[in-house]
């Protein structure tokens, strides 16, 4: 099994995108399943359609079964939402995943949704129905309403309110003297501490103890994170406000 975070060596200077050579270089014998997470968590990276390409090019020339997790492509996202399975002929290699809790708005109701072949699907209910017995089904039907939803209100809820509490992340982020792609995409944003500082977490405990603001050091995503941090969008703006007036305080 290969989890993209863990083995494919994606790094700052590529936009955190999979490197397939060195994938291509690893020891493949009996791996199976392949785990992709794009537009990714926590780094933000894109998913693009080259990108889906490649994965489903890997996958086919591999006999691997790629599970696509895919729960941000509504975040942020004027231009258009992408799937792995738009990709010719990723519906018989492929499995995509995607959260109502982010993509609706739901969190909470723990419901989500799948898609692939019919065959895969056979194989997913035949697990399932020997570990629980289905989402309560009112949620169900709730969550299969919830996909009626408009454009206008994806932008509405899905593009313009986080767009409002990025550019106060942004904010943040630049207060702490941190760099950040602005191109990335999700609910998070992430940044590079700068230099002068000795390790992450010298940041984001001075910021914890001295501002009262948490913010999540990027070392517990895995040793490349070690000189990031991760800003959630998740708060409401006078919140994430009341966190910049307070950062602002101890950094001047």
Not at 101 to 124: C, Q
Request: hydrophobic share 40%.
């Amino acid at each position: 099994m290969i989890f993209w975070r863990r083995t494919a060596g994606s790094r700052i200077s590529d936009g955190w995108q999979p490197d397939f050579r060195q994938l291509e270089s690893m020891d493949l014998t009996g791996v199976k399943m392949m785990w992709t997470n794009y537009p990714n968590m926590p780094t933000g990276g894109r998913a693009t359609k080259a990108l889906y390409e490649s994965i489903v090019k890997f996958a086919r020339e591999h006999n691997i079964l790629v599970v696509n997790d895919n729960p941000y492509s509504f975040i942020l996202n004027r231009d258009e939402h992408l799937s792995i399975l738009q990709v010719e002929g990723a519906k018989e290699c492929c499995i995509e995943f995607n959260s109502m809790s982010k993509s609706h708005n739901m969190p909470g109701w723990r419901v989500a949704m799948l898609a692939t072949n019919a065959e895969f699907v056979k194989w997913i209910l035949k697990v399932k129905s020997n570990i629980d017995s289905g989402t309560f089904r009112p949620v169900q039907l709730a969550a299969a309403e919830a996909y009626r939803n408009t454009d206008e209100w994806h932008r509405q809820f899905n593009i313009d309110t986080y767009a409002e509490r990025r550019t106060i992340a942004e904010d943040i982020m630049k207060v702490l003297g941190c760099r950040f792609d602005p191109s990335q995409q999700g609910m998070f944003l992430w940044g590079r501490i700068p230099d002068s500082i000795g390790d992450v977490e010298e940041l984001t405990e001075l910021v914890l103890h001295e501002a009262r603001v948490f913010i999540t050091p990027g070392f517990i995503f895995g040793s490349n994170g070690r000189r990031f941090i991760r800003i959630s969008l998740c708060a409401k703006p006078d919140k994430m406000r009341e966190a910049l007036n307070r950062i602002k305080a101890i950094m001047q």
